[in-house]
């Protein structure tokens, strides 16, 4: 078996990937904070003037918010900085996360944006905000129509802890790994993918799955290609496929927009989400629900999925784009 060099891997990184304009410098948060410090310091002014236990009270709640201020900025993130940026974020998100995620799932989701935030910064967790719009307006999608059939996710496709630490397993594991540096710089970059594609594969997963069930005309299931009703489990169609497809392509470009992986990865990260989808649609076909299998449920089928997506990507950079077979 071929062992793993780190010169090629390095090599893969000098290309020029299309960068977000200023992720390297400071939070894109920025502007609008040091914005929001200047104009509270100034509205405070009045309230200075009125007693010394108002300016002592101002001068401390100044400080306090020059501090988070100071933490959201940090051009390199954080533990302390990654916990503001989430808390500023999910305030002014929470109206679009609880259309998504019940409260449990919400601080479930807070965790994973902390984790994100701490191993890839701002660009990391854009890209996770990403894939949570783009999969939750596809769950919502003829949401009537698909409770009436008896196929639409249950509570209204708001997901709970579970669903999101499915979702993001292999991610999180991709994270930890980059934030402690395990195998050093040159496998920085093979973890930074693995994360990607495995959101690339998740959100590919959901929106083939939801779309499917919406406008999908033939289910087939992925073994034998019997015809089956729609939400089979294992069951796939060609309206299904080919949103996933383009969910998939539309992720990974942000991906790439962002600066987190190259072209040529963005393109493994496409193809290693598809077949993991296929793997998956096998696995559900041949065993979920399946006496002896009981403890295959949707939730373990996700790790599964996107633990597919990770390692079938960081295979085929290795394997593939450095040319490793000889």
Same mark, same amino acid.
Do not use: K, N, Q
């Given at each position: 078996m071929a062992s793993i060099s780190s010169t090629p891997l390095l090599n893969s990184t000098s290309? $020029? @990937?299309?960068?977000? @304009?200023n992720f390297s410098s400071p939070s894109p948060f920025a502007g609008s904070c040091r914005f929001l410090n200047r104009n509270l310091g100034s509205s405070l002014s009045p309230t200075v003037n009125r007693s010394g236990?108002?300016?002592? +009270? #101002?001068a401390s709640m100044q400080g306090v918010v020059t501090e988070a201020m100071n933490l959201i900025q940090t051009a390199s993130p954080s533990w302390k900085s990654a916990v503001a940026n989430n808390v500023l974020i999910f305030v002014l998100g929470s109206p679009l996360l609880v259309t998504g995620l019940s409260a $449990?799932?919400? #601080? +479930? #989701? /807070?965790?994973l944006g902390t984790l994100t935030w701490r191993a890839y910064g701002s660009a990391g967790f854009l890209l996770v905000a990403a894939y949570f719009v783009l999969g939750t307006a596809a769950t919502k999608v003829k949401m009537s129509e698909k409770e009436a059939q008896g196929v639409a996710e249950k509570k209204k496709g708001r997901r709970g802890p579970r669903s999101v630490i499915g979702s993001s397993a292999a991610g999180c594991v991709c994270a930890i790994l980059s934030i402690y540096q395990v195998g050093g710089s040159a496998f920085s970059q093979l973890f930074r993918l693995g994360f990607v594609s495995s959101f690339c594969t998740k959100v590919s997963d959901t929106v083939s799955s939801e779309i499917g069930k919406a406008f999908g005309k033939t289910t087939y299931l992925a073994t034998t290609f019997k015809i089956v009703p729609r939400g089979t489990e294992g069951a796939m !169609?060609?309206?299904g496929t080919l949103a996933g497809l383009l969910a998939s392509f539309f992720l #990974? !470009?942000?991906?790439? /927009?962002l600066g987190q992986i190259t072209p040529p990865e963005a393109a493994v990260c496409v193809l290693a989400s598809q077949i993991a989808n296929l793997g998956e649609s096998i696995i559900g076909a041949s065993f979920q629900d399946k006496e002896g299998f009981k403890w295959l449920n949707n939730d373990v089928v996700n790790v599964i999925n996107i633990s597919l997506g990770s390692i079938v990507a960081i295979l085929m950079q290795q394997f593939i784009l450095q040319n490793w077979v000889k």
């Open positions: 290309l $020029s @990937p299309l960068r977000f @304009p236990g108002a300016i002592m +009270a #101002a $449990s799932g919400i #601080a +479930a #989701a /807070f965790l !169609s060609v309206e #990974a !470009s942000v991906g790439c /927009f």
